[in-house]
């Protein structure tokens, strides 16, 4: 399985997560089942969410490099299920299209603007598996029947998550840390927490000895990416080191 994911196949796995989602939400008893991962929202709570999201990320790829993303447009979704089904579908197919379009290398905005993955609307498609990945998680567990997931989705999402979502130029304002990442499919990354930021790298790399970390943290890639999104617990992972190191990493946020 190669390391990184091609374009096309990051709009194939857009589909096949949304597909997998759909038949969740039709599978329902009904809409108002509530979503333990998002507390507070119904079935169609996480589906209008779903469809709002994919159709804005669509209007900014569509509007190219730009200081601030489009204007929203106030729409909201059907409530009956047939029609919500149909306008999430409509959602969905807008937002692979305006990417297929566009292409990869295309500008556009991004809020994630100092961290390590680009600007582009192939920075955009490969957030926007991991987006439809764990809310399709959301809506199976909401139906009691959760699902791992799909590995090729989960070794790219660890990746993701830590270049998209943690990688800073924000000085870490705890003392210097190393944290090591392993999926037991195989791959692992280190981030390095100093007063530079924060940086991800693959292992092995250059100048990056095994022995360095001072935590680290082991499991499926699946588990890794659920944990990142606060869908399982931390300590479902395999915990080595230094504890606080996470805390503190959990509790920060460089906005502040």
């Known amino acids: ?3 990184t994911l091609e374009f096309p196949d990051l709009l194939r796995l857009i589909d096949e997560r949304s597909t997998t989602f759909r038949a969740t939400v039709a599978s329902a008893p009904d809409l108002h089942v509530p979503v333990p991962t998002c ?3 119904t079935l169609f709570d996480l589906v209008q969410h779903l469809g709002l999201g994919r159709r804005k990320a ?9 200081d601030a993303p489009p204007a929203a447009s106030g729409e909201g979704a ?14 969905i197919e807008r937002l692979v299209t305006t990417l297929r379009e566009a292409g990869p ?19 955009v498609a490969r957030h926007q598996v991991q987006e439809v990945a764990v809310h399709t998680y959301d809506a199976q567990l909401a139906v009691g029947a959760p699902q791992p997931l799909p590995e090729q989705v989960a070794l790219d999402g660890v990746e993701e998550f830590q270049f998209t979502c943690v990688a800073t130029t924000v000085a870490w304002p705890h003392a210097p840390a190393v944290i090591d990442y ?11 927490l100093s007063g530079d930021g924060v940086r991800v790298v693959r292992l092995p790399a250059a100048g990056e000895e095994p022995g360095q970390a001072d935590a680290s943290a082991t499991g499926p890639a699946g588990d890794l990416v659920l944990a990142f999104y606060d869908r399982v617990p931390l300590d479902s992972l395999k915990l080595d080191g230094d504890r606080r190191v996470f805390d503190q990493l959990i509790a920060w946020d460089p906005s502040e």
């Open 105 to 123: 290398d295309r500008g556009c905005w991004t809020w994630w603007d100092d961290s390590q993955s680009p600007q582009t609307a192939g920075g």
């Open 78 to 91: 059907p409530r009956e299920r047939e029609a919500l089904l149909a306008w999430l579908d409509e959602s």
């Open 1 to 3: 399985m190669p390391e």
């Open 39 to 41: 507390p507070g929202w």
């Open 182 to 192: 392993h999926a037991t499919e195989g791959r692992s990354w280190r981030l390095r």
């Open 58 to 66: 669509a209007a900014i790829v569509a509007a190219g490099p730009a």
